[in-house]
């Protein structure tokens, strides 16, 4: 098997989109001067539960990627769970070769989460905000399981953001 013969295979299950999104911790922790660090935010596709009890979700980071680097040195972080008319987000977060998101989310309306600082997406279908409890490597990827702090609706509807056959799509 090829790995394009793979990839076409897995391009054949439907999966929500969301924004794993975390703030990098700042330059002199030990400063309570020193300016926070940036916010990171990155699309996703193999987001899942794993567990209910103790609320636990994962995550497959591709290994050395920014956000695979941040989340080995920051355990806090949070997802968006992203609605049909979010597209556009969804594909910004996704470009490859980013030297920084803050313009990316000076244009979202957001707010920060409550226990992680990180940004959450006003209007998601569901917020999440997540303590990292494991690391597992995976191939070329890392999965990032994380124990759910927060768990909020804050969308007053609309339908999730899906992704099939290397496009956005909607439900139905």
């Excluded at 979010?86 to 313009?103: I, P």
């Excluded at 990032?144 to 609309?158: D, E, N, Y």
Aim: hydrophobic share 40%.
């Amino acid at each position: 098997m090829t790995n394009e013969e793979f990839r076409a295979a897995m391009s054949r299950l439907a999966a929500g989109v969301v924004l794993v999104t975390a703030q990098e911790p700042p330059l002199d922790p030990d400063d309570p001067q020193a300016p926070a660090g940036e916010d990171a935010g990155m699309t996703a596709t193999a987001f899942m539960s794993v567990s209910l009890d103790p609320p636990l979700a994962l995550v497959s980071l591709r290994e050395g990627s920014r956000m695979d680097d941040l989340l080995a040195e920051q355990p806090l972080w949070a997802v968006s769970v992203l609605t049909d008319s979010q597209h556009t987000a969804a594909g910004r977060f996704a470009m490859k070769g980013r030297v920084s998101d803050r313009l990316l989310f000076r244009d979202l309306p957001h707010t920060r989460g409550e226990v992680s600082g990180a940004p959450l997406l006003t209007g998601a279908l569901a917020t999440l905000e997540l303590r990292t409890e494991q690391r597992v490597p995976a191939g070329d990827h890392t999965l990032v399981i994380g124990r759910v702090l927060t768990a909020r609706l804050p969308g007053t509807g609309g339908e999730p953001l899906l992704y099939y056959r290397g496009r956005y799509r909607r439900l139905g």
